[in-house]
């Protein structure tokens, strides 16, 4: 397991969750519910350069048979674009079906109401991200999903 600060974002068309992770990849937080839009790459791009990160998870919200929607479409040029903004900090991306779901499971599980949840299951979801990005590289040894850039490249 390589050592460093990850961070996890949740693209979604209204709000960005962002989760981060200690430097041993051990525990995932939750850390802020931004606005989507103006400013929120910029915010990313700062909490990224201030913890020197590893690297940035980006949620891919694939359909469920694995085809790229609207959403996903949205995320990667997001992704891309930040990717810019961070360099050489690498951005990287991986399939989240289903997150924003198990978030919801989780905060209703907890003991949340669910008019409460749209405050933080962004910032759940990111968490998800980032613990399935985490566990992935466990497992294989290798850094988790594809370089941003590489996935943009693929589409075109």
């Not at 989760?19 to 937080?29: H, K, N, Q, S």
């Not at 040029?77 to 978030?103: C, F, G, H, N, Y």
């Not at 949840?117 to 968490?127: E, L, M, N, P, T």
Request: aromatic letters at 2%; proline letters at 3%.
């Amino acid at each position: 397991m390589r050592i460093g600060v990850r961070f996890g974002i949740d693209v979604g068309a209204a709000r960005v969750g962002v989760a981060r992770c200690d430097a041993f990849g051990i525990l995932a937080t939750p850390v802020a519910t931004l606005k989507s839009g103006r400013g929120d790459l910029d915010s990313v791009a700062k909490l990224v350069r201030e913890s020197q990160a590893l690297e940035v998870i980006v949620g891919l919200p694939l359909n469920m048979d694995g085809t790229e929607g609207k959403s996903a479409k949205m995320a990667r040029r997001w992704a891309v674009r930040l990717s810019r903004k961070i360099a050489p900090v690498p951005v990287r991306m991986i399939d989240e079906r289903l997150t924003t779901v198990q978030a919801h499971r989780q905060l209703h599980e907890a003991g949340r109401k669910e008019i409460t949840h749209r405050s933080v299951v962004d910032q759940a979801a990111a968490v998800i991200i980032l613990e399935n990005a985490l566990e992935q590289e466990r497992v294989s040894g290798r850094a988790p999903g594809k370089l941003a850039v590489a996935v943009e490249e693929e589409r075109v």
